[in-house]
């Protein structure tokens, strides 16, 4: 279990009945399986009533147990190995129907993320990398990927868009040696976190720079020192993340922007139409211009 799950329960030990602590007993001792089992499974594992398990989630301060039971695989997908990730999604996905399957929980992410995000946060947000200086852009590992695809769309927007290429030794911070005051970096890190962007995330702050925070919750260790924090739930399909929710999130940034500055977008883009006809860059035939 993450630092704090496990502080929530320590804390509330001395308080729980003899059924909830064998609750905790079997949790501790079989993370992986209690992570994904329903409330009466796991009061049948662990020797109790499924009526105890609700009452224990609730002790803890949960709304309930799916609450406590989201919480119990943020804090296992947290601290799995590539390894065990994969055993524990093959056992997870059923053979017949897996494209539903993981489909169903993608939606589901996106579901439960609209339903928590801040939109104060969104909007401080977009507020951040409007008025930036410069906007450098860093994703570590899997979040690269959605990294470039934000910048590859702030630039078609602003000039002054960096993206921090992965590296290792002191390269990432030779590229953001020049940050500063007034600069904003748009941070992406999910479990299991890269040490690498929390480094860069505590050099941006203490250069000055806001940090826009795109993770999976408040406990992550880039949203404590960021400027605004937007949490997207993320699960793994697989070994993989699945980062459709963080996408959904850069989608939505990137909409607010635009339409913040559609004159300066409608002028860009009219240029860059100009490029790609006259060099030829898409193929009109078939994709039914003439």
Same mark, same amino acid.
């Given at each position: ?9 320590d ?9 909830q &602590?064998?609750?905790?007993e ?8 209690a992570?994904?089992m ?5 009061g049948?594992?662990?020797?109790v ?8 989630a609730i ?18 997908? &947290?601290r ?48 951040a990398?409007?008025?930036a200086? /410069? ?24 000039p ?8 290792g ?8 040696m ?12 999910f479990?299991?976190?890269s ?16 940090v ?17 924090t ?5 699960n ?17 940034l ?5 339409? /913040?500055?559609?004159?300066?977008i409608?002028?860009?883009l009219?240029?860059?139409?100009n490029?790609?006809?006259?060099y030829?860059?898409?193929?009109? /035939? ?5």
């Amino acid at each position: 279990m993450s630092s704090d799950l496990t502080e929530i329960i320590d804390l509330a030990m001395p308080g729980l009945s003899k059924g909830q &602590k064998r609750i905790v007993e079997y949790i501790k001792e079989h993370p992986e399986e209690a992570a994904y089992m329903t409330a009466a499974k796991l009061g049948s594992m662990a020797g109790v009533s499924e009526s105890t398990v609700v009452r224990f989630a609730i002790e803890l301060g949960f709304s309930g147990y799916p609450e406590l039971h989201r919480a119990m695989q943020e804090s296992l997908q &947290k601290r799995l190995t590539s390894v065990q990730r994969v055993r524990v999604a093959n056992d997870r996905l059923p053979d017949d129907g897996l494209l539903d399957a993981v489909l169903e929980r993608d939606m589901e992410q996106i579901r439960s993320t609209l339903d928590t995000i801040d939109r104060k946060a969104f909007d401080a947000a977009v507020e951040a990398i409007l008025s930036a200086g /410069k906007i450098y852009i860093i994703g570590m590992r899997s979040s690269f990927a959605i990294a470039e695809f934000l910048e590859y769309y702030l630039s078609l927007i602003f000039p002054n868009v960096q993206l921090v290429r992965n590296a290792g030794g002191s390269e990432i911070f030779e590229q953001m040696m020049n940050i500063c005051d007034g600069d904003t970096v748009v941070a992406i890190s999910f479990p299991r976190y890269s040490s690498r962007i929390v480094n860069a995330v505590d050099f941006a702050c203490r250069s000055g720079a806001k940090v826009v925070a795109i993770t999976d919750s408040m406990s992550s260790p880039i949203a404590k020192p960021a400027f605004a924090t937007l949490c997207a739930k993320s699960n793994m399909a697989s070994f993989a993340d699945s980062l459709v929710a963080p996408l959904s999130i850069i989608n939505a940034l990137i909409a607010a922007i635009s339409k /913040k500055k559609h004159s300066e977008i409608s002028a860009t883009l009219s240029r860059l139409e100009n490029i790609w006809d006259e060099y030829h860059v898409y193929d009109k /035939k078939r994709s039914g211009e003439v």
